[in-house]
């Protein structure tokens, strides 16, 4: 038995020789294949190329109705070139009357043909030519032919009514719009449907049963041109943007945002990257208008402390905040709470039926956010109840007397509502630095920081600098003011004091030059080549006599001597090596390599390289206080696995893994206290967001405290330790250089 379908045509259907026997194709869709070296060479044209000789095949349609196609020949064996005339052939080639014309474009296989939404009309003859781009190019080719789907673009969109359930295929579309949230991928097919607002007020979107990684963003009253906004930024102009944000389902999308009676939008069902397609399961829905604490403005009072209170989360999530982690659509439930003295409170939610997370507001209330965003968040906790890791506790947080502060209860991902305990009381002052002083003003782009405890100074490197160029920046920590700040190579990235104090040296990524500066003097003692490409860590050994330097460019870490600046070794075959320390026993050096997925350990002496395999990304290096354990911070780009490798030095084994914050780039334990303090970038800015506006500044420096890694750590099944007792929001879309003073009460 055999079964036959409509528009498809087998591969013994091949192009005919000419227009006058071409092949006709009854339907579309259309798939057929074959092979044009035996055929003649009778048509060409340049698109934009102009050699001839290509052997060719030509089919015939002629469609019953106006439709948009695609033509692809991006499976084919060869060189292609394919072209579409209208009506009737061309007695001579290169005619130049094509109503389409393609030689490369299909990305991979770049030299194969494709063209895009052709306009074609009904009871119009076309003839199809499969070329080759030049005389020694024939071969085996496959052919499809498919319509546009109609609600592909926003002018075509299918219209549906609020509330609206059901599912939207995206295979077989066309990649038209893109926009990044916050990542810029481009190249997945996507779909469009509209509708027009019936009332003023709030709409969400749940993607979070869809079968792929999803993208979702709304336009309003216009979309921007179909096809001009497929590339990796997008236009920027969407209202609402959602890519990550259904909890277990985490590539999935679901997206709040605020509509206008009468206005019409329109909803883009897109994927994450170009393999990105599927089923978009899914509903959009009014939400109801807010109930007593379900937004800051209507937030319960807290009278007095203690306060106790058990309540329900419900519904849809309102404000959003960048915490450890950035999944987000939980509901919230907001406190507001005014001190009549000035007063350190815990709050704690680790009686809850669910995984909770807390932030402590300032100020004014923040608007309905559709994006993570730190608002006034001034502390925050994801994890913080021991063995309770799920559920979350502010452990301590300054409100001084007359201040009025907002606290909000929420889940940390979709799906996570319900019971919640919250307690707030008074409490201690905490051992480690907590409030964000007022920020001191340095150059463009500060990256790098080195602290002098002897001359009380810190140094700042300008990565970009101002009209003047690279910069470093000198400031008197008895007055926090820039007492200096002083040119040097372009690019100044990381640096490093020598043990004396005598010298500051910095590795300049742009440049690909090492900086000596006198940090007395702030004179400049030597400026030397790298040797090697784009310079990103140093380290100097404890005796002072051996600077090392990682260059990611070409994968080496090389050796010179102090003072006289000559490199005394190399090691190489590296992947792209990047943050360095020095172990105290003066034997080793350690360097993080992200690209290898690996830090190196290598013998100060003998320059051998041993690896140690982490986990993704790994990047921040930080050494326990009595050495025995190396610790590596994991950059990993899902953002709900960021923590630190904990590295047994003696065994080169993990065991442990410690969460750190999202984002991590630097790390510093804090003296005199059981603490690590790491810098965390946080989740990007969303793009269609100015600087200050909501999405942006989610840059953050994460309190951790430090167990005793010896009783807690297991080489065969390292445990993941959440021990962050406080997220201190620092503004800025990322947060690099990290350094603490001697006496700890400052970072």
Sequence with gaps: MSVCCPGILSAQGVGGEDCASATVIGAVPFVGSGETCGALDDYNESCPFNPTGGRDVVYRYTPDRDLIVTIDLCSSGFDTKVYLYEG???SVSNS???????????????WRSQLVDVDLLAGVDYFLVVDGYGAADCGSYDLSISERAPSDLCEQAEMIS???NGTVSTSGAVDDYNESCPFEVAGAPDVVRRFIAAETGEIRIDLCDSNFDTKVYVYEG??????SQNGPAGSGTAIGCSDDACGENGWRSSLSFMVTEGIEYFVVFDGYGISDSGEAVGTITAVPPPGPGEVCEQAFVIPSLPFQVVGVTAGVSRFEHQCQFVFAGAPEHFYRFTATQDTWIEIDSCGSDFDTEIALISGTCPSVSIEPTNANVRACNDDGCGLDATRARIPAAFVAAGETVTIVIDGHASGESGEYSLIVRETCAPDHPSELASPIEVGTGPIGLALHADLGRLFVTNYIGGAGGSSLSVIDLATDEVEATIPVSPGPYRMALTPDGTRLYIVNYTADRIDCIDPVTLDLIDSFPALGVSPLGLAITPDGQSLFVATAGDGRVTRWSIPGHQVTGEVGGLFAPREMIAAPEGDHVYVSDPSGVRVWEITVDTLVATSIAVDEFPQALALTENGEH???????????LDHASVIDRQSREVVARLRIGTGPEEMVLVPNTPYLAVTNWGFSRHPNTGSGELGAGLGNVAIVRLPDFNLVGDANSPPMIDAIERIIPVGGDYTFGIAASPAGDKI
Excluded: K
């Design 88 to 90: 009737s052939c061309p």
């Design 96 to 110: 130049g009357v094509y109503a389409g014309c393609n030689d490369d474009a299909c990305g991979v296989n770049g």
């Design 162 to 164: 609020i509330p609206w």
């Design 222 to 227: 216009a979309c921007p041109q179909g096809g």
């Design 630 to 640: 190396l610790l590596v911070g994991n950059f990993g780009f899902d953002r709900s």
